[in-house]
């Protein structure tokens, strides 16, 4: 393999697995709205706050997003129940909320499982229940 092949080959494993700049761009906004949320109310409360005022922090930043998405599931081709995703923003990332002391693995494959469903390349998962939100913020990308 020769320097351009190789460069190549980096260049396309990179895209394989890394977003696009406007994925990364929707991402900073979201990342930025719930930052400013953490900070006015901090640790402690349920989830369905931190999801309100997240929602309300998206709007008043004029950031596109859909709320409580129903995502159907089917085993076989047969319909057998249907999950809610808590935001879909500009829609191309899911972003799962979460009020936990930390995030477990039973979240991530949460979130990949709904990505794989609404066919996306990535997630956000966000615990609000930290002191530094920046420890709170996992960013999930689903390979193709």
Do not use: W
Request: glycine share 6%; charged share 25%; net charge neutral.
């Amino acid at each position: 393999m020769n320097r351009q092949d190789a460069k190549d080959a980096k260049r396309e494993e990179s895209e394989r697995y890394e977003p696009s700049e406007e994925l990364d761009r929707v991402a900073r906004r979201v990342i930025g709205a719930a930052l400013e949320v953490h900070r006015l109310l901090g640790p402690g409360f349920l989830e369905g706050i931190y999801e309100e005022a997240l929602c309300v922090e998206l709007s008043l930043q004029r950031v596109p997003f859909a709320r409580q998405v129903p995502i159907g599931i089917d085993y076989k081709g047969i319909p057998v129940g249907q999950a809610r995703i808590d935001l879909v923003v500009a829609e191309l990332v899911i972003v799962e909320l979460k009020a936990v002391e930390q995030i477990a693995p039973i979240h991530v494959a949460q979130l990949l499982s709904y990505l794989k469903g609404m066919n996306l390349r990535l997630g956000l998962l966000i615990t609000f229940n930290v002191s530094m939100l920046r420890t709170g913020i996992r960013r999930v990308i689903r390979t193709v």
